[in-house]
């Protein structure tokens, strides 16, 4: 079981920009898809945005093309997020996910282990 530890949300306004990482500790980390969820008050969780085992294919959701980007150090077992153009509706938790193999999908009980979530507020 792998463990996640979010860091980086925070309150910015709409335009701007915020980092997302995530540590996470076991050796499984290279040969496991990874990504990031969020959700919105009210609302489903949802995929945002996830990386194959290898960092080759990405995925992202058609809300955020263009203005996050997914990547990863398998060396040293981190996970980021960077987003760009930050609109109101980017306004979530997000968490950081492992899937259970070297590729991802695009359902939550694809994944297996979850971080605590980090605040991410946008305003207007």
């Known amino acids: 079981q792998v463990q996640l530890v979010e860091s980086g949300g925070g309150l910015v306004q709409a335009g701007g920009s915020l980092g997302l990482s995530c540590a996470a500790s076991g050796r499984t980390f290279s040969s496991i898809a990874m990504g990031w969820f969020r959700q919105a008050p009210g609302k489903e969780r949802e995929l945002v945005a996830a990386?194959?085992?290898?960092?080759?294919?990405?995925y992202y959701a058609d809300s955020v093309k263009g203005r996050f980007t997914i990547s990863r150090d398998n060396a040293k077992n981190t996970l980021s997020l960077q987003m760009n153009s930050l609109k109101p509706e980017d306004t979530a938790v997000y968490y950081c996910?492992?899937?259970?193999?070297?590729?991802?999908?695009?359902?939550?009980?694809?994944?297996?282990?979850w971080g605590q979530g980090t605040q991410v507020t946008v305003s207007s």
């Open positions: 990386i194959t085992s290898s960092g080759i294919s990405t």
């Open positions: 996910a492992a899937f259970r193999g070297p590729n991802y999908a695009k359902v939550v009980s694809a994944a297996r282990s």
